[in-house]
């Protein structure tokens, strides 16, 4: 049996302070109540807590039970219009397996319904909470985007919401790994979803979108699962297909607060879950935003070890990004 692992003490007692201010906390709508306790669907979730050792072999019963996802080697299936030819995959995501997988991990057929379950055992990845998300800072905010880009999109848990919400806007959700992509275009069919896309695509290269083409742009649980070159990749295009005082999105895990998030955050690379979670951390992209002249930067809720952001693109973004492009492309 392996041996029982869980949050060191100053861990456990850092996240209950953290959830008691969430409780406390006053928001424009009524927040949906939380579900008691971590009751993820995915058996290597349920585990992964107390029994890391145990949970990476389960991963290998949930690729197995998961709906899988395939299409043509060359992804022509899921490319944008006019694409003959996908982009390369990255290094750092074919070397660094994420969530304890090994092998091709996010390549994997049974990714796009696994992708699904993981998204429904966190907070803002239920459908009832982004929903009252987008409706307290988004709609109740005055914004009404007519084109929306979701980064990191999976199985378009997030990007369904958005085309509910905003039906005469156009979303597009994109995703490196192609089976979620794959099963998110399935599930739009299935829904009848007309007012939404899915394509395969880095979210550090979107040569794809113009500048300035989006009215809202949003990242979902994704930079965490990056090295900080590809941090400042990301949320420079994301600066750059977002227009000038257009709304930018944030759902990820929460930058660390005391020393119980950093030895939480620890815990997540030494286990091998994580492996850029303290690059992560330590890179800060909400400072990011705010030396590249992004306004309004606000977190808006944590609940546990996930938070969410909202900022606006500045007037000056343009020209303070500008000097930095060559490096971060190259970088």
């Not at 982009?87 to 049974?110: E, I, K, T």
């Not at 896309?197 to 880095?202: I, N």
């Amino acid at each position: 049996m392996a041996k029982r692992m869980g949050p060191p003490p100053e861990v456990q007692a850092a996240i209950k302070a953290r959830q008691a201010e969430e409780a406390a906390a006053n928001y424009p709508r009524p927040r949906p109540p939380m579900p008691e306790g971590w009751n993820p669907q995915l058996l290597s979730l349920r585990l992964a807590r107390k029994y890391p050792r145990l949970s990476k072999l389960a991963i290998k019963w949930d690729i197995y039970r998961a709906e899988k996802s395939t299409g043509p080697g060359d992804l022509s299936d899921i490319l944008p219009p006019g694409v003959e030819r996908a982009q390369d995959f990255p290094n750092y995501y074919l070397s660094n397996p994420v969530h304890g997988m090994q092998g091709m991990h996010g390549l994997d057929p049974s990714m796009g319904d696994r992708a699904n379950q993981m998204s429904e055992s966190f907070p803002l990845g239920r459908y009832d909470q982004i929903k009252w998300w987008i409706q307290c800072f988004v709609i109740d905010a005055g914004i009404k985007p007519k084109r929306i880009l979701e980064l990191g999109t999976g199985a378009g848990n997030s990007a369904f919401v958005y085309a509910e919400l905003f039906p005469d806007a156009e979303v597009i959700g994109i995703d490196i790994a192609p089976p979620p992509i794959r099963w998110a275009k399935k599930e739009a069919e299935r829904r009848g979803v007309k007012n939404i896309s899915f394509y395969q695509m880095d979210a550090g290269d979107l040569g794809y979108f113009e500048d300035e083409s989006f009215d809202l742009v949003h990242e979902s649980h994704m930079l965490h699962e990056m090295p900080t070159y590809q941090i400042e990749r990301v949320i420079s295009e994301m600066l750059r297909v977002c227009k000038t005082g257009g709304q930018l999105g944030y759902f990820d895990w929460a930058i660390p607060e005391n020393e119980g998030d950093w030895k939480h955050r620890e815990m997540m690379v030494r286990v091998g879950a994580e492996p850029f979670m303290l690059q992560y951390a330590k890179a800060n992209f909400p400072e990011m935003l705010e030396r590249w002249g992004c306004t309004g930067i606000e977190r808006q809720i944590r609940h546990s070890q996930s938070a969410s952001w909202t900022a606006f693109k500045g007037p000056r973004t343009n020209e303070l990004l500008a000097p930095e492009l060559d490096r971060i492309r190259h970088n």
